[in-house]
């Protein structure tokens, strides 16, 4: 009985992994869930990037956010406004819809990817042709980050 129950487990992760991998590969919609503040007004633009980007949203409005962080393992050097959850992956701040498809492309061994803090010009904090220079880092259980892609300014 373990054996099938075995098989069975591994069934279901190589057929829902293909799925994952279809819809990447077809540009079919992927479902993301969003956790954010009810007073933050740049979560909602990014949400509005995120959509415009084919991911299909579930939004999740709370006054704790603090505790979705930590039950999800963002540390206080990755936190931003917001955190999301995409097939595992933890999704912090502002981070590009691009880099949300190629983490699940590349599926690498990371927690996630996250925008520190909130730099002007990354989706859902354009302030018109001012962009900062930012990272977007990955980041694992032991807190453990490297830099997954980056972003030149611009004044």
């Known amino acids: 009985m373990k054996v099938l129950n075995n098989f ?58 603090q505790t979705v962080k930590d039950k999800y393992g963002v540390s206080a050097a990755m936190a931003s406004c917001h955190t999301a959850i995409v097939d595992g992956y933890v999704i912090e701040g502002h981070v590009p819809a691009n880099d949300i498809m190629n983490l699940l492309k590349t599926k690498p061994k990371v927690v996630g990817i996250a925008v520190p803090g909130m730099p002007k010009g990354t989706p859902g904090m354009e302030m018109g042709d001012r962009k900062d220079s930012y ?8 807190n453990h980050y490297a830099v997954f892609n980056s972003y030149e300014g611009a004044q």
């Open 8 to 65: 069975l487990v591994m069934t279901l992760l190589v057929f829902n992994t293909g799925i994952m991998a279809e819809t990447i590969k077809t540009g079919k919609s992927v479902d993301i869930v969003v956790y954010r503040s009810p007073s933050c007004e740049c979560c909602g633009k990014w949400l509005e990037h995120i959509k415009n980007n084919n991911f299909i949203v579930k939004d999740i409005v709370t006054d704790d956010v």
């Open 135 to 142: 990272k977007v880092m990955s980041f694992d259980k032991e």
